[in-house]
């Protein structure tokens, strides 16, 4: 089996290294997030495991797109909530682990998505407990047409691709995923997609 490493720095690179160091059928080779479709080129991994920021990780699987195959990725991130989206589904991600997993974890987690199973943190799982969550589940708190343009984010729609579908211009829909960040209490569009899901708003 070849591992494919892609981590931020030296030693996110070893922690998860080290979750490999007793399997001697694991050939490991290393590299940057910015770099990932041109190691998954170079090197056609078995599994890949992905340690970053969440954002850093979300950008460097938008460059995955148009690849024919994808291997198995786990990802090893701060925010493993706001990691676990239907664009990283898309993109391969079969584990999702916070940065304070250890190396049983880690090792557990790529047998696992080898495997064909998903292995998800505790957090991708549970709404988070803040003062706007709470009224979250509301369907009252996003209009028909909102809850209309958080599918369509979900799906990974632009606000471009979204007007266009829609009929309405591109003002509006920006208006719209404003207004719709707003009423989830989300900072970003990731992060109102996955509240959306768990609250039942949408579904994937």
């Known amino acids: 089996m070849r591992a494919l490493i892609v981590a931020d720095d030296d030693v996110a690179a070893a922690t998860v290294e080290a979750a490999l160091r007793d399997r001697p059928d694991v050939h490991v080779v ?4 910015p770099g990932l479709r041109r190691l998954l080129d170079e090197h056609d991994p078995t ?13 460097a699987l938008q460059g995955l797109g148009g690849l024919l195959r994808v291997p198995p990725i786990l990802l090893v991130v701060d925010d493993p909530a706001a990691a676990w989206t239907a664009t990283a589904r898309r993109s391969g ?6 940065q304070d997993a250890g190396t049983e974890q880690i090792s557990a987690a790529i047998t696992a ?3 064909g199973l998903i292995t998800l943190h505790p957090d991708t799982l549970r709404v988070r407990a803040t003062p706007r969550s709470v009224g979250v589940a509301d369907d009252r708190a996003l209009t028909a047409r909102q809850r209309e343009i958080l599918e369509m984010m979900a799906g990974g729609l632009s606000n471009r691709a979204i007007a266009a579908r829609l009929g309405i211009s591109a003002y509006t829909v920006k208006f719209h995923v404003a207004a719709i960040l707003e009423a989830l209490g989300a900072g970003t569009r990731t992060e109102a997609v996955t509240l959306g899901v768990r609250s039942g708003l949408i579904s994937l």
Do not use: Y
């Open 93 to 98: 991600v079969r584990a999702v682990l916070g």
């Open 113 to 115: 998505a080898t495997a």
């Open 30 to 33: 290393f590299g940057r997030p």
């Open 47 to 59: 599994i890949v495991v992905l340690a970053s920021t969440t954002s850093r990780a979300a950008a």
